[in-house]
């Protein structure tokens, strides 16, 4: 039984990530949050954990109290949000790198799994160097990783975004003539919005059906695409 942990599980990925798992018997996952009960209406195997992400002592509890053999960090805000640049970096940088420090010191090193963006390997403005700066953190923590870079995420989403909700209602027709024309184009598909739910699944796939050992792999484009279709049977 692998032992999966995840934090940030009431976000958009989030909680794609507990849906799937709820249907696979092969795990037990932990979700640390903030305040219990807010993902029983989704999954009736989590195990929620209340954790203060702003106390260091907390993390201590990784590899003690909370068992990990695969660690999917799905933490994000947005600078609105979050209300400062300090309070963004502090979630998307800051709160991951405090769990990567807690888990590279295990005798066992856990499978970290993240999710940053498609452009943080040619970082612009706060939000990509964030998310390149914690990329470059967890490449230089020694455990196995996984990083998926997608585009715009889609799916439901508590509070409204004008960009998001338009690329919502274009994405299909999009899409489905990107897939017509260009089903191999692996610039098209990685700038390509991607639902939620799609990026959950090739997490889980990667870290779960495909974990390898000494795993240090990077997904983006068409290889995070693929759950969305199937390219050329494969």
Excluded at 52 to 71: H, K, M, N, W
Excluded at 115 to 130: E, F, H, I, M, Q
Excluded at 157 to 183: I, V
Aim: net charge positive; aromatic share 8%.
């Amino acid at each position: 039984m692998v032992r999966v942990v995840v934090a940030g599980a009431t976000g958009l990925v989030g909680k794609e990530l507990i849906r799937q798992l709820e249907e696979r018997k092969d795990v037990e996952f932990t979700a640390l949050v903030r305040k219990a009960g807010r993902l029983r209406s989704i999954s009736g195997r989590v195990n929620d954990v209340v954790f203060d992400f702003d106390d260091p002592a907390a993390y201590q509890r990784l590899g003690t109290e909370i068992s990990c053999d695969v660690f999917l960090c799905v933490l994000g805000t947005t600078l609105q949000a979050a209300g400062s640049p300090e309070a963004f970096r502090k979630v998307d940088l800051d709160y991951p790198k405090a769990f990567m420090e807690r888990l590279a010191s295990l005798d066992s090193k856990p499978l970290f799994g993240v999710v940053s963006s498609v452009g943080a390997d040619k970082p612009k403005g706060l939000y990509l160097s964030t998310k390149a700066e914690m990329e470059l953190a967890l490449v230089g923590s020694g455990l196995p990783y996984v990083i998926v870079r997608p585009s715009l995420l889609l799916g439901s989403r508590r509070d409204f975004r004008l960009g998001e909700r338009a690329a919502q209602l274009l994405s299909k027709p999009f899409l489905f003539f990107a897939k017509l024309l260009a089903p191999r184009s692996n610039l098209l598909w990685k700038y390509l919005p991607i639902e939620a739910s799609a990026v959950a699944h090739a997490l889980l796939l990667t870290c779960l059906d495909e974990p390898g050992n000494g795993s240090a792999r990077i997904i983006e484009g068409l290889r995070l695409q693929h759950p969305i279709f199937v390219i050329g049977g494969e």
